[in-house]
């Protein structure tokens, strides 16, 4: 079994109700499990949502945790997808201490990882980044020796790769 | 066709084939109410307490297998069936519950009676519905009825606004379903089925533990068959009584904290667990990590989450119970296993839980017993919760399948009155006894009313101990006996109580005056109650202490004189 640490990719398919957050989120509450990360947003199809959860847990809180997603009425399909070949990314702001001495230094750091300037003023700066959360982090910590304000998260959307991947939605779990 | 959504109510309800609503009208909900008279197949029973229509309802459908439906307005009047549909959804228990709230304009404002009822039984039900458009009733209370009674049952509650009740909309199309995320799958996996199967073929130390899957599902012929084919001896859970005749050379008792200690051994002792329709809840396991180490598992259950979840297991079968039996059972061998069959009649003699002590003293237990003997386990058993329902389920010995009804899983004292009550509604000819402890009765005692209002014969036992009983014991046994804040020094006389509804009144205080009481309460024509003036501080043994093992169990010294 593995440790408690680790991190799972959980996506579920859910009608977009007034409530259904709700819903969720009670039940994680409920339960006690532990949500590292929560999106939302519209899916594919009107009337449907899709949802990431980073979910801290060993196996089995993750199966736990799906089966009782299913459970809910308004999800419609709840995928592991933490061993699949997923692309997983989340957009950060971050606004950052910065002046005339230093604004150069940061904007190397800014393009090395692929990141925008995308507000400045006199004292701070507005970094924009997408990525995955551990290159999030590591953006932060390096900027946090400059003092960061403020950071704000998407938190994590993750989609497999053109592969197929199972479905824990099935009967015989 | 132009109908009011009170009427759409009514007629949504009467579609699904409910024929009694449990509940009290209120400002909210009046709508509806006044639209009643004119569906007078909707019997409608006026309860005394809110939490007495859910409870009721409770009831009405474990004995009907159908949905209990609750009526209750906005409010204070909402909140009270809350203890009720906690309980339904522990015990998986279809309710369908309809409540009135505020004008759908009012909503958010902290208008008068207004609560966020969805909001509060969000965690409690299976699924609830805010409904705000009277076109939706119709399709939303189809869609109640198919959750709370399929898959694995559960309440479902739909919250109308005062508004919608009185909407007139075109009502002339066929109500449908449309969930998208619901679909619970009954038929078992061919596979594991197999699998199944070959562990029973393998097992010499096979047990079934049977649980309220069986009494949901109807599959009393099939595990009986199940049992029968292979000798298999048959436990059952708590809410799992009643579903296999216990005057069966197979019946083994049911285990856990306060089961028989012979069940908890075989338990312990079995080679194979085959768990059907159960949960293996705490009660039952004890300490989780140690439970019945010395078995494989199969479980069968229709939830996917419960599997797993307390006891990893080796078959795992999602699905009905009786789908699966159906299954099973043509392709399990013919089997006898003797050693272990007589080794289990060695446990229940090594261990007579059963057995009552020698004494004059009037016991609770004694009580029960003759209420076994005199009813010849015919009767429907409704309890409350604490020592008198561990009585109860100890010492009757039922016959007659889905006959005890109790609350299990969420342990909700004054269960006994409302219950009974929804029992007798159920199943009008049924010999119903409310077993009552004298704390639980007093909780939902104001349904005295409703049920000489409804000429209801329900027979009351209270059992009264003058103590939260269970309570007192674990006061007793974890405390030192410090006895704070269980005995009831201010018990009203419940004869003259019962006699103040208009029932008959019988005070029992000597042993010798249990028997002719109950027979006198059977003969009367209509509720009795009786209350038994029974030993104060007796204990219900055997005990296995809150996250132990079978090998604390702690039995009673029958050699020893009840404590007085």
């Known amino acids: 079994m593995s440790s408690f640490s680790e991190k799972h990719t959980i996506t579920a398919l859910v009608e977009d109700r007034p409530g ?53 009425v308004e999800v419609i399909k709840v995928l592991d997808i933490s061993d699949e070949n997923a692309v997983s990314r989340e957009l950060a702001l971050i606004r950052v201490n910065s002046d005339v001495s230093n604004r150069g230094e ?8 692929r990141a925008k300037i995308v507000d400045v003023s006199k004292d701070t700066l507005m970094v924009e980044v997408t990525g995955d959360e551990d290159k999030v982090d590591s953006l932060v910590d390096l900027l946090a020796t400059f003092g960061v304000h403020e950071v704000m998260r998407t938190g994590t959307v993750a989609m497999s790769r053109g592969v197929s991947f199972e479905s824990l939605s099935g009967p015989e779990n | 066709m132009i109908k009011k959504g009170s009427q759409i109510v009514c007629e949504s309800l009467l579609r699904e084939g409910c024929d009694v609503v449990f509940g009290i009208p209120g400002g909210a909900i009046l709508p509806l109410y006044q639209t009643l008279p004119e569906y007078p197949e909707l019997r409608h029973i006026l309860v005394r307490h809110e939490q007495g229509a859910s409870l009721a309802a409770d009831a009405y459908a474990r004995i009907t297998g159908k949905p209990g439906v609750a009526f209750a307005t906005s409010g204070p009047g909402a909140t009270n069936l809350v203890t009720g ?4 959804q522990m015990d998986s228990v279809p309710l369908v519950i309809v409540t009135g709230q505020v004008n759908s304009w009012t909503l958010g404002t902290d ?28 399709d939303t209370i189809k869609e109640a009825f198919y959750i709370a009674n399929s898959g694995r049952p559960g309440p479902v509650l739909v919250d109308i606004p005062r508004d919608a009740f009185n909407q007139q909309v075109d009502y002339s199309d066929e109500p449908s379903i449309d969930l998208p995320g619901y679909s619970p799958s009954t038929k078992g996996n061919n596979r594991q089925i197999k699998r199944a199967a070959k562990l029973i073929a393998q097992a010499e130390k096979p047990v079934i533990i049977a649980g309220h899957g069986i009494i949901i599902s109807k599959a009393y012929d099939e595990l009986r068959q199940l049992a029968e084919k292979a000798q298999i001896p048959v436990i059952t859970t708590l809410l799992g009584i009643s579903c296999f005749p216990e005057d069966h050379v197979l019946w083994t008792g049911w285990p856990g904290m306060h089961g028989m200690a012979y069940s908890s051994l075989a338990l312990d002792e079995a080679d194979l667990i085959i768990a059907l329709g159960m949960r293996f809840d705490d009660r039952i396991t004890g300490n989780p990590q140690k439970f019945a180490v010395n078995s494989r598992k199969i479980h069968i259950d229709i939830d996917p989450s419960e599997i797993g979840k307390n006891i990893s297991v080796d078959v795992p079968i999602v699905g009905d119970v009786k789908e699966i039996l159906l299954e099973l059972n043509p392709i399990i061998e013919e089997s006898a296993h003797p050693e272990w069959l007589k080794r289990i009649d060695q446990l229940k003699i090594e261990h007579p839980s059963l057995k009552l002590p020698q004494t004059d003293k009037l016991l609770a237990r004694q009580v029960i017993k003759d209420i076994s003997e005199i009813t010849d386990g015919q ?31 969420s342990g909700t004292m004054g269960y006994e009155v409302p219950a009974a009550m929804g029992a007798q509604v159920a199943d009008p000819d049924a010999t119903v006894w409310s077993i009552c402890g004298d704390g639980g009765f007093q909780m939902t005692m104001s349904e005295l009313a409703t049920i000489v209002e409804n000429r209801l014969p329900v027979k009351f036992a209270i059992l009264n101990n003058g103590f939260l009983g269970m309570v007192r014991q ?41 028997k002719p009481a109950i027979t006198e309460a059977m003969d009367h024509d209509g509720p009795v109650l009786i209350d038994f003036i029974v030993e104060q501080e007796d204990n ?22 009840v404590t007085s």
Not at chain 1, 106 to 113: P, R, S
Request: charged share 20%; with cysteine.
């Open chain 1, 20 to 72: 259904v957050l709700n819903r969720i989120s009670s039940m994680f509450r409920r339960r006690g499990y532990n949500i590292s990360s929560l999106a939302v947003g519209q899916s594919e199809t009107s009337g449907l949502s899709r949802m990431t959860f980073v979910v801290q847990g060993d196996t089995k809180t993750v199966e736990m945790v799906a089966k009782n997603l299913n459970k809910l």
């Open chain 2, 540 to 561: 219900v043994y055997p005990m296995i202490p809150s996250g132990m093992t079978v090998n604390e169990i702690i039995e009673e010294n029958l050699d020893q004189k």
């Open chain 2, 379 to 409: 009767a429907t058993l409704v309890t409350g919760v604490g020592q008198h329902q561990m009585w109860a389920a100890q010492h009757y010995r039922f016959k007659k399948l889905c006959s005890f009804l109790t609350s299990g899983g």
């Open chain 2, 474 to 514: 674990w006061q007793e046994i974890f405390f030192e006996s410090s006895y704070v804040s269980t005995g009831y020094s201010g018990n009203p006389d419940f004869v003259k109580l019962a006699e103040a509804y208009g029932i008959k009144g019988i005070r029992v205080t000597d042993k010798t005056q249990v």
């Open chain 2, 85 to 88: 549909i906690a309980s339904a």
């Open chain 1, 106 to 113: 940061i904007m190397q750091i800014v393009d090395i990882f």
């Open chain 2, 111 to 138: 208008a008068f009676q207004e609560t966020d009822i969805t909001g509060i039984t969000l965690p409690i039900t299976k699924h609830n519905f805010l409904v705000m458009d009277a076109r939706d009733i119709a």
